[in-house]
């Protein structure tokens, strides 16, 4: 398995942005599909984004489609979550995902390597 770290959370104003990064242990990131998932205060974990091995594809979810983009650099053995335009429903527990098959899976159980996750809070 790969050992995951997050990063990059915090207190943001409404319409404000922030990156995580999510640095992977191992020499073998790139063959790793990725995702960022959340949870929010008293709910379920839910998906927020993926991408493929080599970062050629991506998928994010509706509710942040157009604000949030995923993308990762195999080099750094890194992943990010670039969130802009953000509101206070996206205030969250942030976490990444790695596993070597769940590329496009939106359940969380499918993917086997998690990170200890980053608090995103957002303020009106």
């Known amino acids: 398995q790969v050992q995951l770290v997050e990063s990059g959370g915090g207190l943001v104003q409404a319409g404000g942005s922030l990156r995580l990064s999510c640095a992977a242990s191992?020499?073998?990131?790139?063959?790793?599909?990725m995702a960022w998932f959340r949870q929010p205060p008293g709910k379920e974990r839910e998906f927020v984004a993926t991408i493929s091995w080599s970062g050629g594809s991506t998928y994010h979810a509706d509710s942040v489609k157009g604000r949030f983009t995923i993308s990762r650099d195999n080099a750094k053995n890194t992943v990010y979550l670039q969130m802009n335009s953000l509101k206070p429903e996206d205030t969250a527990v942030y976490y990444c995902?790695?596993?070597?098959?769940?590329?496009?899976?939106?359940?969380?159980?499918?993917?086997?390597?998690w990170g200890q996750g980053t608090q995103v809070t957002v303020s009106s």
């Open positions: 995902a790695a596993d070597p098959l769940s590329y496009g899976i939106k359940t969380a159980t499918t993917w086997g390597s």
């Open positions: 191992g020499r073998t990131f790139s063959s790793y599909a």
